[in-house]
């Protein structure tokens, strides 16, 4: 799903679709998932992009996501 169905990290489906997923699948009981992947969507306006931070492995992307 991640890199076939859903690769990028620019639209807001797609990224709903992969944090709704993990939500279920690790039971982490996000109850506001669409403002969860709203804020992700919202970190794109930002250089370097989302998909370029992963791609580079940066692990900051993660503490930018849970704030």
Known sequence: MFFELC???????????KAA???DFYST????IFDVAKHI???NHNKPSIDERLNKG???LVD???K
């Not at 690769?7 to 679709?17: E, F, M, T, V, W």
């Not at 009981?29 to 506001?32: E, L, M, Q």
């Open 58 to 60: 940066d692990v900051s």
């Open 41 to 43: 969507e919202s970190l």
């Open 7 to 17: 690769p990028n990290n620019k639209d807001i489906s797609s990224i709903l679709i």
């Open 21 to 23: 997923t993990l939500n």
């Open 29 to 32: 009981n996000i109850f506001k």
């Open 64 to 66: 930018d996501i849970k």
